[in-house]
């Protein structure tokens, strides 16, 4: 295949399980991160590290220019380790934004290194009230008494970035709460759970379809639609990753 793909967030929940999927498909993998001592684990994997800050935005529009890469995965998150209560709403500022200024610095990039393809993870517990299932046309929550509104907000602007980024085939894929290995729940959790490994299937499938939109990525339940992930990614919540290939 011999297509290049930067991962950013390549060590995170999803971005650790991605990598060897993507590496097993036959593209080069670039993973990113901030921190020197995780390149080691990155080249267990199969992927190139390249540590680099996403907020340093000139560090990392070098970075990408030097690998040019067909495809950029967007996993970054900024969460405290098994999403500790005491630690959250600190997080979910730093979270916003890596979500805002972090992706508009991920995009530009992208677009500078000449990138065809973007996949970038969002959330789908951020609808604003009304009938259920929720689906990827239903609007998102911008009440200003909610406690989601800064979530909320960031998450648009994620999506804006992507989705608006001219050159690049953009998709957005709005996960549900995650659970399984590297999460901080071994078993499903929250309205509209998915698991790690199905996931980072999407974010596979996402770039094997050209995909192009929001798409829900979430177990089937009453509370949010993934059905046009299944129509249009052939995705499948019950898909985990084959023995052997995440260590």
Do not use: C
């Not at 930067?6 to 991160?33: H, K, Q, R």
């Not at 992930?229 to 023995?243: D, G, H, M, S, Y």
């Amino acid at each position: 295949m011999n297509k290049k793909i930067f991962v950013a967030g390549a060590t995170g929940a999803i971005g650790a399980v991605l990598v060897p999927l993507l590496v097993e498909a036959g593209y080069t993998v670039y993973g990113g991160t901030r921190r020197i001592d995780r390149a080691g684990a990155l080249e267990a994997k199969g992927a190139h590290p390249v540590v680099v800050d996403v907020f340093d935005a000139a560090a990392l529009d070098a970075a990408l220019k030097r690998i040019a890469p067909w495809g950029v995965v967007h996993q970054l998150t900024d969460l405290p380790q098994n999403l500790d209560p005491k630690l959250m709403a600190e997080a979910v500022v730093r979270n916003a934004r890596l979500r805002v200024e972090g992706t508009r610095n991920l995009v530009a990039a992208a677009q500078g290194a000449g990138a065809r393809r973007l996949v970038a993870q969002s959330i789908a517990w951020v609808y604003a009230p009304g009938a259920k299932p929720f689906t990827e046309d239903m609007p998102l929550d911008q009440d200003p008494e909610s406690p989601r509104r800064i979530s909320a907000d960031a998450v648009i602007s994620l999506e804006r970035s992507v989705l608006g980024a001219g050159d690049m085939v953009g998709a957005v894929l709005r996960y549900g709460q995650l659970y399984g290995p590297g999460t901080s729940s071994a078993e499903p959790r929250g309205a509209s759970p998915v698991h790690a490994e199905a996931a980072a299937w999407a974010a596979v499938l996402a770039l094997r379809h050209a995909a192009a939109g929001i798409f829900n990525i979430a177990e089937d339940s009453a509370e949010v639609s993934s059905e046009k992930a299944k129509r249009e990614l052939e995705w499948n919540a019950a898909w985990r990753v084959p023995q052997g290939i995440v260590q």
